[in-house]
């Protein structure tokens, strides 16, 4: 089993910055990509920013220039600097991995998701 927990969330102003953290612990033999989605009240969760294992980042149009995803993959964790924050960015976060857990087709990836961070951006 894998366990993925979130830390970094609360309340911030306009402008202000918050950094998220997503450490994943458990069977991990490996894992591939990792990400942030965010879910913004009465809407559905949305893609905020992916990076691979070999560092390469996307990003979603209205995060970009904003927010930073990065990973050290010697603590397994995954971040998202988030700078010059707006109301609109309020939203549950969640972050995801793409893990495996041995070699071999005995272990497929598997997708597990944090227990989701409040992020709210006051006017």
């Known amino acids: 089993q894998v366990q993925l927990v979130e830390s970094g969330g609360g309340l911030v102003q306009a402008g202000g910055s918050l950094r998220l953290s997503c450490a994943a612990s458990?069977?991990?033999?490996?894992?591939?990509?990792m990400g942030w989605y965010r879910q913004p009240p009465g809407k559905q969760r949305e893609l905020v920013a992916t990076?691979?294992?070999?560092?390469?980042?996307n990003a979603a149009d209205s995060v970009k220039g904003r927010f930073t995803i990065s990973r050290d993959n010697a603590k397994n964790t995954v971040y998202l600097q988030m700078n010059s924050l707006k109301p609109e960015d309020t939203a549950v976060y969640y972050c995801n991995a793409a893990v495996r857990s041995g070699i071999g087709s005995a272990f497929p990836t598997r997708i597990y998701w944090g227990q989701g961070s409040q992020v709210t951006v006051s006017s």
């Open positions: 990076i691979t294992s070999g560092v390469g980042t």
């Open positions: 458990g069977s991990i033999f490996s894992i591939d990509a």
